[in-house]
């Protein structure tokens, strides 16, 4: 899969972390921060959602320091959908429901290997494209260009 991944200064350290294990399986474009040095996050959000909606990236990972603010800057770029995904139930079910591109997950908040398992489950879900959900995101879709 290609895969967008970006951090700022807060989620460095937990993305250098997974950067071996996601190159490993998959195609990686990192759109920084590449040092401690302080950055603000929506700049790398943005780069991430332009590579997904660009069609040059399936899905992007954000890490910062709780995710939160990650998510929130990649849920204000149209056409983009961001879960804050801190367990494997969210990470699976945010794409089978929702059809999530962007995942945010918080370097702070959990370790490598509950972080690793989150983005397997994220990566491996599909959406179900059933009718309900369909229409979900058809509301989604609406309330976006209405507002």
């Known amino acids: 899969m290609k895969l967008a991944i970006g951090s700022d200064h807060c989620g ?10 996601l190159q490993e399986h998959h195609e990686v ?3 920084g921060c590449y040092s401690t ?22 899905r992007g990972i954000m890490f910062c320091s709780t995710g939160c603010g990650a998510v929130i800057a990649c849920n204000k770029i149209k056409g983009i959908r ?7 139930y969210c990470a699976h079910q945010c ?6 591109q962007v ?4 370097g702070e908040v959990i370790g490598y290997y509950t972080a690793k398992e989150v983005i397997d489950s994220f990566l491996e879900a599909k959406f179900l494209g ?14 976006e260009a209405k507002f």
Request: glycine share 6%; with cysteine.
């Open 29 to 31: 474009t990192d759109f």
């Open 82 to 88: 961001a879960a804050l995904c801190h367990d494997v």
């Open 37 to 58: 040095d302080m950055v603000d996050f929506p700049d790398i959000a943005q780069q991430i959602c332009g590579a997904i909606l660009s069609g040059k990236a399936e």
């Open 103 to 106: 995942i945010g997950l918080g």
């Open 130 to 143: 059933d009718e309900e959900f369909v229409r979900r995101l058809e509301k989604l879709e609406h309330l």
């Open 95 to 100: 794409v089978e429901h929702d059809d999530v």
């Open 12 to 21: 460095y350290a937990m993305k250098m972390k997974m950067l071996p294990y």
